[in-house]
């Protein structure tokens, strides 16, 4: 008998088919360690769960201790009974398991529930209230299902989750799963069932495709050699599953679009693709004509002009997801006219207290004034929106304008936004600030440097105050730092050259 598709198996697949497939088949010794960071999710996520129980001043029955047959056993008991709260129950058909953390009666029947240590809806922000996450969505849909076909679902049907804010959030699982896909969550749900059905019965065939859930995944080097193996199109930077499966039937490969003619699938400005552009579809060819050249030199498509300052800031923080805390300001500062000397400036809150995460910004921003005039670079949106929210929690620290001055045009450059995104080419596979400067030649002190390592070692060194993490995660933060210098110094040094323009042959530039 086939293993039954529980609600993990709904979650991975959302996040990639292929790992569904690996997990049913794939050879267990080929699996890299779980990573540290993945362990920390597992265990916040457990211990949120048990907070969140523990505080709940209702009485319920508490099954989540037994054994899964007990479990089970004991759950269709006390459903029988019309128990109110069941936490950690255990109900299954054939097919289907499912192991909500909650089922709660409502009327004549229940309603499935999760507590999630995240958001309950994703993409919140001051003009909305979000949508909700398909991920969850296919896990409740899942109990749903499988109370629907034991009969005991109640009429009000809406499974949801209580989040890490503490509130209930409503899955309508006949809503909208996303704005683009017109599938309700149901109808998502049942799609996304079908397809693990039909790949656990091998009717169905998987790729792997480079995308960001790869870094946590434990087939990670599997699959990246596979990918290598097969010059898959997703090497590509910012190609993506989704365009490479629309381009596959004319494309297998990278060295295939280099090689190919465009002309007989460009249309004007569309091409036979539907959703890639002629303008889209040039920038992918030049970019796998890089990767399909021995030491191809990366290139500008339009020119850079980056501020003169004899102080350069290079800026990065250090935030921990669970504890929505911003821990650590880092800055390497370079002085021009002491002939480029550098200094790591550190700030850091040694406690996820509110006090000392107020403090640690204060001596940022307070550092800041003192270096003026400057310019400060940084990586991707994600410095200046943490230093916003930071500055709606401390208004006392900066004011809303102050911020908005050290961001504004000409003091800080997103070095990602406005120069690598827009107006570069490189021969690499993703726009990261490690594969960049990795491919310029610096190399970070740490074997396993990442920002998810790093909130790791934090966890640790909250719970222990060992002082080695705690100059890990700082020595990986400087780190950061510097590689922001690199790649500013290696745009500055492609930037002298005359630009190259993708729909047209390629003069490769040397460094
Ligand atoms: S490594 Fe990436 S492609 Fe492979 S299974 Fe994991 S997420 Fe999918």
Redesign the pocket.
């Known amino acids: 008998m086939n293993t039954p598709i529980t609600a993990s198996i709904l979650y991975n697949y959302v996040?990639?088919p292929?790992?569904v497939y690996?997990d049913f088949y794939g050879d267990p010794s080929e699996k890299d360690r779980v990573s540290p960071f993945v362990e920390l999710l597992w265990e916040r996520g457990n211990s949120f769960e048990h907070e969140t129980m523990g505080k709940l001043a209702v009485l319920f029955a508490d099954l989540h201790l037994l054994d899964s047959e007990e479990k089970e056993r004991r759950t269709l008991q006390l459903i029988q009974n019309g128990e109110g709260i069941i936490y950690g129950g255990r109900v299954r058909t054939e097919t289907l398991l499912g192991e909500p953390d909650l089922l709660v009666r409502r009327g004549n029947g229940y309603v499935a529930g999760d507590i999630k240590s995240g958001a309950g809806r994703e993409g919140i922000n001051d003009k909305t209230d979000g949508k909700l996450k398909k991920h969850y969505a296919v896990q409740l849909a899942l109990y749903t299902d499988i109370l629907d076909k034991l009969r005991f679902l109640s009429p009000d049907r809406l499974p949801f989750i209580w989040d890490v804010h503490g509130q209930e959030i409503a899955y309508d699982l006949e809503s909208l799963v996303g704005k683009r896909d017109g599938r309700s969550c149901w109808n998502y749900y049942k799609d996304c069932l079908k397809s693990v059905l039909r790949i656990q019965r091998r009717e169905e065939q998987t790729l792997?495709?480079?995308?960001s859930?790869?870094k946590l995944?434990h087939?990670?080097s599997?699959?990246?050699s596979q990918l290598n193996r097969h010059n898959d199109l997703t090497l590509i930077p910012e190609l993506g599953r989704a365009k490479r499966d629309t381009m596959s039937r004319r494309f297998k490969t990278v060295r295939d679009l280099a090689q190919s003619d465009l002309a007989a699938v460009i249309q004007g400005k569309k091409t036979i693709f539907p959703g890639i552009s002629a303008a889209t579809l040039r920038r992918f060819q030049a970019r796998a004509g890089l990767l399909s050249t021995p030491n191809a030199q990366p290139y500008i498509t339009e020119s850079i002009v980056l501020p003169d300052a004899d102080i350069e800031i290079f800026f990065d923080v250090e935030t921990d997801p669970f504890r929505d805390c911003c821990y650590l300001h880092g800055f390497l500062e370079r002085d021009q006219s002491a002939r480029g000397c550098e200094k790591y400036h550190a700030f850091f809150a040694d406690k996820p207290l509110e006090e000392q995460e107020r403090r640690a910004f204060k001596q940022a921003m307070d550092y800041l004034r003192r270096r003026q005039p400057c310019v400060v670079y940084y990586y991707s949106p994600y410095e200046k929106t943490t230093v916003r929210k930071l500055q709606r929690r401390f208004p006392e620290v900066a004011s809303e304008a102050d911020i908005e001055t050290l961001f504004s045009p000409g003091a800080a450059v997103d070095l990602y936004t406005e120069f690598v995104k827009k107006k570069t080419e490189w021969p690499i596979n993703d726009y990261s600030i490690k594969t960049l400067a990795t491919y310029l030649g610096f190399k970070w002190r740490d074997t396993e440097p990442s920002g998810a390592a790093s909130i790791e070692w934090y966890h640790r060194w909250v719970a222990t105050g060992d002082v080695l993490l705690r100059q890990r995660i700082l020595d990986y933060n400087e780190d950061d730092c510097i590689a922001m210098r690199v790649l500013l110094d290696g745009l500055r040094n492609v930037g002298r050259y005359a630009i190259i323009d993708d729909s047209k042959e390629v003069d490769l530039l040397g460094f």
């Open positions: 996040q990639c292929q790992r690996l792997p495709a480079l995308c859930a790869c995944c087939w990670r599997y699959c990246r």
